[in-house]
């Protein structure tokens, strides 16, 4: 007999909507991040666009999607680390991404992770990286994730810690770490 167990956060992620409902886009969004997203922290002092994003509650909009993420959207740890970078500086590019992560969050409210007892026995290791540097250190964003009993069991996206300009080494990095 096949046993599933779903692991939600719907309701956690309709209040997260209903607390930025105001500014999240209406339209669908089919991804968790734009394509080519890639922020980076300004080393400029803080200016008014920054204070204006971080008053509107940058912060807690980001620390609620690093929540829902960790739990059951690992799809979307590329775009939370993206956003990360931008805790201290956030920018409208930024506030503009955090709130098509929470429209495509909300879409996706009910996918969740869902394990099966008939699923893979042996675990299943995935990684990728880019080779679109960061352009304050030269350093690409790799990801990885395992796969057991159909589910994602962990998942990580963050900077890789040396930078190449060559793919091969980029995602022989990725490789190591997954």
């Known amino acids: 007999e096949k046993i599933t167990i779903k692991m939600t956060?719907?309701?956690y992620v309709e209040g997260m909507y209903t607390a930025f409902k105001?500014?999240?886009p209406k339209?669908?969004?089919k991804t968790p991040a734009e394509h080519n997203?890639?922020?980076?922290?300004s080393k400029e002092p803080l200016n008014e666009e920054n204070h204006?994003?971080?008053?509107r509650g940058y912060?807690?909009?980001v620390g609620m999607i690093l929540w829902a993420s960790r739990g059951v959207y690992p799809q979307s740890l590329f775009a939370v680390s993206q956003l990360c970078k931008l805790m201290s500086k956030p920018t409208e590019e930024a506030w503009n991404a955090a709130m098509?992560?929470?429209a495509w969050m909300y879409e996706k409210k009910t996918i969740g992770i869902t394990f099966s007892s008939n699923g893979n026995d042996t675990p299943i290791f995935m990684s990728d990286a880019t080779n679109k540097g960061d352009p304050t250190d030269s350093k690409r964003q790799h990801g990885h994730c395992g796969i057991w009993k159909d589910g994602c069991i962990m998942a990580l996206s963050k900077k890789l810690d040396h930078s190449s300009s060559a793919t091969a080494a980029n995602e022989y990095m990725a490789l190591a770490h997954a």
């Not at 997203?37 to 922290?41: F, S, W």
């Not at 204006?52 to 008053?55: A, I, P």
């Open 9 to 11: 956060m719907e309701a």
């Open 22 to 24: 105001d500014y999240v």
């Open 27 to 29: 339209r669908s969004v």
């Open 37 to 41: 997203l890639l922020l980076t922290l």
């Open 52 to 55: 204006r994003v971080l008053k």
């Open 59 to 61: 912060q807690s909009a």
């Open 100 to 102: 098509h992560l929470i």
